[in-house]
Nanobody, 120 residues
Framework: QVQLVESGGGLVQAGGSLTLSCAAS????????MGWYRQAPGKQRELVAIITSGGSTNYGDSVKGRFTITRDNAKNTVYLKMNSLKPEDTAVYYC??????????????WGAGTQVTVSS
């Protein structure tokens, strides 16, 4: 149906930067929103940032002012630029997409996740 492929995770020192990418493919008619969530060991999955097809954004409180989400609608790709990374940003980051298939069926899809580790 819809596949999400994430890239860009890795190990970075505190204060550093990383950019995550997520590309969606499949029988997509439209993607209403794409976003990133994260889950640290022993914690619940939480919102990092989302962006609608119109460009509206929403961020989790802990990343406001440090992370920026952007989107290329033509490529069905979303990016997350992460600056001033902190050890507490360490988590598995999951891409999410919500939209409609060509068969006029709504979908919600998740990527497999990419590890981000911030060392102190």
């Amino acid at each position: 149906q819809v596949q999400l492929v994430e890239s860009g995770g890795g190990l970075v020192q505190a204060g550093g930067s990383l950019t995550l990418s997520c590309a969606a493919s499949g029988s997509i008619f439209t993607i209403n929103a794409m976003g990133w969530y994260r889950q640290a060991p022993g914690k619940q999955r939480e919102l990092v940032a989302i962006i609608t097809s119109g460009g509206s954004t929403n961020y989790g409180d802990s990343v406001k002012g440090r992370f920026t989400i952007t989107r290329d609608n033509a490529k069905n790709t979303v990016y997350l630029k992460m600056n001033s990374l902190k050890p507490e940003d360490t988590a598995v980051y999951y891409c999410n997409a919500v939209g409609r298939l060509r068969a006029e069926t709504d979908f919600i899809s998740w990527g497999a996740g990419t590890q981000v580790t911030v060392s102190s």
